[in-house]
């Protein structure tokens, strides 16, 4: 009834323009409402919506409204979908608004096949530039093909639930993709990861400025190594890192990077567990004279960084 009462707000001429229902139980009942107000053009521009109760026909209702919708973010988690909706999806998302589409669907991909594919390819003809979903259907589905489709126009990709063949395959789509930024959860621990990622950041043809390893996990010593040696020859502006193991020879070799001629680095976000090593004053030195070569804070995920209460406020 809820999210019925909104719908019926939006018609009355509501001026709300960003409507985040995550985490609540909608029903197929209410999403309908919600698509139906959609379609009347109201000036909702993002929507957050879990339903979480069996809900067959519900992203088909949505997708659907899209094409008359003012909508420019849309996020979806859905407990129960059919393929079908996967389709309308597919058909109706050239024509919207969308620029913005983050995904969370329960889809077989043997059953989907066919909609999951024709879903990848309608993406270059959208307005999207960020799509987050579940990338390691997509790549088992159609492969290369799909993947290079859909990352022609897209800006961020998220990497995290990509295999470490997926990861490789990934690696070579990449560089000649769109994509500016770039995203990793570390903690997933997919063996390969790293190195894919310093690959992929290496290659001349690559267009990413920004990397977010996220907050959770922790990177190994030579991971790290991996990636501060790939730095000097990226066009990275912008890198985030989970916990790492400082140590004299890493805050040497991210001194090193930062400080190259060639380092395109301008922002780095830490975050530092307060179990992880304890920094000597030698290698807290040597991290503030690397630091001056750009700007150095905490990540922005984590208001607690161990490292800014070490002292380190460059």
């Known amino acids: 009834k809820g999210a019925g009462a909104l719908a019926e707000a939006l018609l009355k001429g509501s001026r709300l323009y960003d409507l985040r229902l995550h985490g609540n139980d909608v ?10 107000a959609l379609s009347t053009g109201v000036p909702l521009k993002r929507l957050s919506l879990t339903i979480n109760l069996p809900s067959n026909g519900a992203l088909e209702a949505l997708a659907n409204a899209l094409p008359k919708s003012q909508l420019l973010s849309l996020e979806l988690k859905i407990l129960s979908v059919q393929c079908g909706g996967v389709a309308a999806l597919a058909k109706e998302l050239p024509r919207s608004q969308l620029q913005s589409l983050r995904l969370n669907l329960p889809l077989n991909e043997r059953s989907c096949a066919e909609e999951i594919t024709a879903f990848a ?43 470490a063949e997926q990861l490789k395959l990934a690696a070579n789509v990449l560089p000649n993709s769109s994509v500016t930024r770039l995203t990793r959860d570390i903690s997933m621990q997919t ?22 390893l996220g907050v959770q996990g922790d990177l190994l010593a030579s991971e790290v190594l991996a990636l501060l040696t790939a730095l000097p020859r990226s066009k990275l502006t912008t890198l985030a890192m989970p916990r790492v193991p400082w140590n004299f020879q890493l805050a040497s070799a991210f001194r090193k ?13 830490f975050f530092c567990h307060p179990n992880s090593l304890i920094l000597t004053q030698h290698v807290r030195d040597v991290l503030v004279e690397a630091c001056s070569h750009a700007i150095c804070t905490r990540h922005p995920m984590h208001a607690q960084s161990w490292l800014w209460k070490q002292g380190l406020e460059w």
Do not use: C
């Not at 029903?27 to 139906?36: E, I, Q």
């Not at 999207?128 to 961020?156: C, D």
């Not at 001629?261 to 780095?268: A, D, E, G, K, N």
């Open 27 to 36: 029903h197929l009942a209410g999403a309908t409402s919600l698509a139906a």
């Open 121 to 163: 390819k309608a993406v270059p003809s959208s307005k999207l530039t960020n799509l987050n979903t579940q990338w390691s259907k997509v790549i088992r589905v159609g492969g290369a093909q799909a993947l290079e489709a859909a990352l022609q126009k897209l800006h961020w990709f998220d990497m995290s639930s990509l295999n």
């Open 191 to 212: 063996p390969g990861a790293i190195e894919a990622i310093s690959q992929i950041l290496e290659d001349s043809q690559t267009k990413i400025e920004e990397l977010d």
């Open 257 to 269: 990077a930062l400080s190259s001629p060639s380092s395109h680095v301008r922002y780095v976000y």
